[in-house]
Nanobody, 123 residues
């Protein structure tokens, strides 16, 4: 099991930026083997995939964040990042990182999740 700890959330005004971080407790040679992703859950809504990155650095984004968010990973530091620009109130949610059990984005019940970090965007 890998422990994931998110940070970097906060409150910003529309048009602002935030960078989220997710620190993973894993052996350096293992972390790089997994696909990881950012999810979010807004009040009263289901959890949705925001952005993902495979072990081979292939990225994918939800249509709602394309061109505004960038997902990156630093395998040497066991870190995952989400750069969020031009934020709008619809981005308000709790953001979670998720570690998949393989190199690709294939969800399973045994995936690891962080505890989440709150992002609030005011108009």
């Amino acid at each position: 099991q890998v422990q994931l700890v998110e940070s970097g959330g906060g409150s910003v005004q529309a048009g602002g930026s935030l960078t989220l971080s997710c620190a993973a407790s894993a052996d350096f040679n293992i972390f790089r083997m997994y696909a990881i992703a950012w999810y979010r859950q807004a009040p009263g809504k289901q959890v949705e995939l925001v952005a993902s990155i495979t072990s081979g650095q292939r990225t994918d984004y939800a249509n709602s964040v394309k061109g505004r968010f960038t997902i990156t990973r630093d395998n040497d530091k066991n870190m995952l990042f989400l750069q969020m620009n031009n934020l709008n109130p619809e981005d308000t949610a709790v953001y979670y990182c998720r570690r998949f059990r393989g190199s690709y984005v294939v969800p399973s019940e045994s995936d690891d999740w962080g505890q989440g970090t709150q992002v609030t965007v005011s108009s």
